[in-house]
């Protein structure tokens, strides 16, 4: 889950990013605990935009960054009749530039 509420969840971890037809695109994933120990990950896709776009072309597998703007949008592809959630990333620093 991706808590964009909460000041100290925003972060996500980077696995693949793509410079594709003139868009940033990527998968990253975040985790959570839960109250067992365990952990719950998700997956997103993510696009790059704006400032974090060529940021983004500098980022390497295993790199956790803060997200500073973004957002989620939702959306629904009636002819296979499936819902398309991405992540859209405006800024973001990577964990070692952060400061605190």
């Known amino acids: 889950m991706l808590n964009v509420g909460d000041g100290t969840s925003k972060y996500v971890k980077v696995w693949e990013i793509k410079d594709e037809n003139g868009f940033v695109k990527g998968k990253v994933s975040t ?3 839960k109250k067992d120990g365990s ?3 998700s997956n997103w896709l993510a696009t790059f935009f704006g400032e ?3 940021k983004a072309l500098n ?3 295993g790199d956790t960054i803060e997200i500073l703007k973004g957002g989620i949008k939702s959306l ?3 002819e296979n009749k499936k819902t398309y ?3 859209i ?4 620093c990577i964990q070692d530039e952060m400061t605190y």
Do not use: P, V, W
Request: proline letters at 0%; charged letters at 30%; zero cysteines.
């Open 31 to 33: 985790g959570s605990k």
């Open 85 to 87: 959630t991405n992540l």
């Open 39 to 41: 952990y719950e990950n």
């Open 59 to 61: 980022l390497q597998k």
């Open 52 to 54: 974090a776009k060529e």
């Open 89 to 92: 990333i405006f800024d973001f």
């Open 76 to 78: 629904y592809n009636k």
